[in-house]
């Protein structure tokens, strides 16, 4: 397999994609921190980005399916200090993915740029 960036393109923007829906779970559980039997949802993506041996797109919908959303079987109470802190570090990552995808894009500008 070839590496080129619109493979690191695909990955980072499904990187993105799911820091993102991370936001939205952890963003409910604060906002239902108060609601009886409300379940605490998370994403646990580390599992995800740790292994780059396969293809990210084809572990993401095979263990994810359509919604990466995972509730806590566990009726745990929802500790508003660990998701506020999950959420910045939730926060830093999305920031890293961005830079990540605007250096692809510097790339491949200067790649069409050399090329005229």
Do not use: C
Not at 6 to 15: E, F
Not at 22 to 40: E, F, I, W
């Amino acid at each position: 397999m070839t590496y080129t960036s619109l493979d690191s393109m695909g990955k980072t923007n499904l990187m993105m994609d799911l820091v993102a829906q991370r936001q939205r779970a952890l963003g409910s559980n604060v906002a239902n921190v108060d609601t009886p039997g409300y379940v605490r949802r998370d994403i646990d993506f580390s599992m995800y980005l740790g292994s780059m041996n396969s293809p990210l797109e084809t572990k993401l919908s095979t263990e994810l399916g359509p919604s990466g959303v995972l509730e806590d079987r566990q009726k745990e109470e929802i500790d508003i200090a660990k998701e506020l802190t999950e959420m910045q570090k939730n926060s830093i990552l999305y920031t890293m993915a961005t830079r990540r995808m605007s250096n692809i894009i510097t790339e491949m500008k200067t790649v069409i740029n050399v090329g005229k």
